[in-house]
Each structure stands twice: as structure tokens, then as C-alpha cells.
């Protein structure tokens, strides 16, 4: 791994360790970025905001990390991965680098990191790894797979803030705690940040699966009952339940267009925009 080293936080603090290596580029996997007191001139620093959770996203991250290294390995420079010990986030990054680089599997470039470094990745990071190499190292917005991980990584975000997105998209889940306006505020804007990134991942991956797959196979269309307008695609079905009279009942991830609110809560349903009913 020439002109990229993996480790813990505390040589970042040491300008003798960042100059004797001649690190360009630190690449923090942290809950914060490193402070501006402990940064040294010369150096960029790139934060990735990330916690050491199984359900923690990481496998967003991947691509914009591989492009982060192969530029600055371009210039000849060197880059130093980090997060506390440099066993688990950090690891990760730095294993899905080589997988890219090479068209490795997660198990070779494990075993290449440890020739250098023993890594000890959490099972959620192992499975975001694996199912990277089963997407041919990239982000494919078009895998279910990838967009179920998504979406499971959104409720850990939203229940570890004391919310529960559950699977009605509810925007604005009422927590015992929150006793004050304020309080409310404070977590419906947290929420509306975690749903508006999710978007924009989601987004982000079916513009690059765009550049490899078909866009339009996204399964069968479900229209309106009334108006036959485009509602969503069997892509969108995270799981269905056929009742007593054949009926079913379908369960989609969020979706942006649809979220639909009434009385300053969301109502779980679609709203066809074409009329004034809820399907």
C-alpha cells in the first residue's frame, strides 16, 4: 500500500509522525472532524462522519473515498486513514480501497491490510464490504440489496435519537420526552436531515448504477386505481401481506414525492397527486 497508511488518531496530532511520512491528505472516519488547533499547514483534511455501529453507513462512503486516494496518489501524495484505533472504520475504508483497485474480493484485501495492520472491521462494516464486492465496487442505486441497507441505516439514525421511522414514513414521531416546542423542533429537523440525506444517497447511486444498468428496470409500475398515474416500482417494495380477500398490503420504502401530512403528522399513505384521496 504505498503512499497510504491506516492507523489510530494520535499520530495525526504529531507533525513529527505527518512529516516524516509525508502525509498531504488525512481522511478522518470519525464522529467529529479533527479540531482546526490540531490541524498542520500543507495538510488537507477530509472528515467522513461515521460512528464504529454495525448499522453505520459506510458503503456510501466507499466510491467518494476511492476518488479522495486516487487523486492524491495521482500527485504522488501521500494519505493517512484514521479513525480511533484504526482497527474497524478506518480498516473499512481502506479495505474497499484496495477491493476497487485491484477487482479484489473483501477476503484478499483483509488479508492484504493485514500483512501490515491486524483489523478487527465490526460484522455491519464485513457485510457493507461484502455486498460492495457484490455490486462490482461501486454504489448501484438499482440493487435492492443496497437500498434496503440504506433504509435500515436511516431508522438506526432516527432510533438512536430516540425516534422510530417504523415503515409508514412518519416524519415526525411524538417522543414522550419531547415536552417543550422547542424540543419537538429540534427532532423533526433532525429527522427531515437524516430522510434529506438519505434521498440524496439514493439519488446519487441510481445516477452512477445509470452508467451500467438500465434505469427503466425497475420492475412493474404501480399506478393509481383511479387515474392510472405512476405511484411507484416493485423496486420500491420492501415487503407485501396478502389478507383473507386477496387484497394486499404493500410496504415501500420512503418516498420523497409521496410523504403526505395532516395535523402535523404524516399519514403513512400515498397521495396520488392527481387527486384528492388517498390510495
Given at each position: 500500500m504505498n503512499r497510504l497508511y491506516l492507523g489510530s488518531d494520535s499520530p495525526v496530532k504529531d507533525v513529527n509522525v505527518m512529516?516524516?511520512?509525508?502525509?498531504?491528505?488525512?481522511?478522518?472516519?470519525?464522529?467529529?472532524?479533527?479540531?482546526?488547533?490540531?490541524?498542520?499547514?500543507?495538510?488537507?483534511?477530509?472528515?467522513?462522519?461515521?460512528?464504529?455501529?454495525?448499522?453505520?453507513?459506510?458503503?456510501?462512503?466507499?466510491?467518494?473515498?476511492?476518488?479522495?486516494?486516487a487523486k492524491a496518489h495521482e500527485k504522488d501524495e501521500t494519505v493517512y486513514i484514521h479513525c480511533r484505533s484504526g482497527t474497524s472504520r478506518s480498516a473499512t475504508i481502506v479495505m474497499a480501497f484496495l477491493m476497487k483497485k485491484h477487482c479484489i474480493s473483501y477476503l484478499n484485501s483483509r488479508k492484504r491490510v493485514e500483512k501490515k495492520r491486524k483489523v478487527f472491521p465490526n460484522e455491519g462494516f464485513v457485510h457493507q464490504l461484502e455486498l460492495y464486492e457484490r455490486m462490482n465496487f461501486f454504489a448501484n442505486g438499482y440493487n435492492q440489496e443496497?437500498?434496503?441497507?440504506?433504509?435500515?441505516?436511516?431508522?438506526?439514525?432516527?432510533?438512536?435519537?430516540?425516534?422510530s421511522l417504523g415503515l409508514t414514513n412518519n416524519l415526525q414521531s411524538k417522543s414522550p420526552k419531547a415536552t417543550s416546542?422547542?424540543?419537538?423542533?429540534?427532532?423533526?429537523?433532525?429527522?427531515?436531515?437524516?430522510?434529506?440525506?438519505?434521498?440524496?444517497?439514493?439519488?446519487?447511486?441510481?445516477?452512477?448504477g445509470d452508467q451500467f444498468y438500465d434505469s427503466t428496470d425497475t420492475g412493474p409500475v404501480y399506478t393509481c386505481y383511479y387515474c392510472n398515474h405512476e405511484l411507484f416500482n416493485q423496486i420500491n417494495i420492501i415487503t407485501e401481506k396478502v389478507s383473507d380477500y386477496s387484497c394486499r398490503d404493500l410496504f415501500i420504502e420512503p418516498l420523497q414525492t409521496y410523504c403526505t401530512q395532516s395535523d402535523d403528522e404524516t399519514s403513512g399513505y400515498l397521495k396520488c397527486p392527481n387527486w384528492n384521496v388517498s390510495h
Amino acid at each position: 500500500m504505498n503512499r497510504l497508511y491506516l492507523g489510530s488518531d494520535s499520530p495525526v496530532k504529531d507533525v513529527n509522525v505527518m512529516t516524516t511520512l509525508e502525509i498531504s491528505l488525512v481522511i478522518s472516519v470519525t464522529e467529529e472532524p479533527v479540531p482546526e488547533e490540531s490541524r498542520w499547514p500543507n495538510i488537507s483534511y477530509q472528515h467522513i462522519e461515521a460512528g464504529d455501529f454495525p448499522d453505520e453507513d459506510l458503503i456510501s462512503h466507499f466510491d467518494h473515498c476511492y476518488r479522495l486516494i486516487a487523486k492524491a496518489h495521482e500527485k504522488d501524495e501521500t494519505v493517512y486513514i484514521h479513525c480511533r484505533s484504526g482497527t474497524s472504520r478506518s480498516a473499512t475504508i481502506v479495505m474497499a480501497f484496495l477491493m476497487k483497485k485491484h477487482c479484489i474480493s473483501y477476503l484478499n484485501s483483509r488479508k492484504r491490510v493485514e500483512k501490515k495492520r491486524k483489523v478487527f472491521p465490526n460484522e455491519g462494516f464485513v457485510h457493507q464490504l461484502e455486498l460492495y464486492e457484490r455490486m462490482n465496487f461501486f454504489a448501484n442505486g438499482y440493487n435492492q440489496e443496497y437500498r434496503r441497507f440504506l433504509l435500515k441505516s436511516l431508522t438506526y439514525k432516527l432510533r438512536s435519537n430516540g425516534l422510530s421511522l417504523g415503515l409508514t414514513n412518519n416524519l415526525q414521531s411524538k417522543s414522550p420526552k419531547a415536552t417543550s416546542r422547542a424540543e419537538r423542533d429540534m427532532k423533526f429537523h433532525y429527522e427531515y436531515n437524516c430522510l434529506k440525506n438519505y434521498f440524496k444517497k439514493i439519488v446519487a447511486a441510481e445516477q452512477t448504477g445509470d452508467q451500467f444498468y438500465d434505469s427503466t428496470d425497475t420492475g412493474p409500475v404501480y399506478t393509481c386505481y383511479y387515474c392510472n398515474h405512476e405511484l411507484f416500482n416493485q423496486i420500491n417494495i420492501i415487503t407485501e401481506k396478502v389478507s383473507d380477500y386477496s387484497c394486499r398490503d404493500l410496504f415501500i420504502e420512503p418516498l420523497q414525492t409521496y410523504c403526505t401530512q395532516s395535523d402535523d403528522e404524516t399519514s403513512g399513505y400515498l397521495k396520488c397527486p392527481n387527486w384528492n384521496v388517498s390510495h
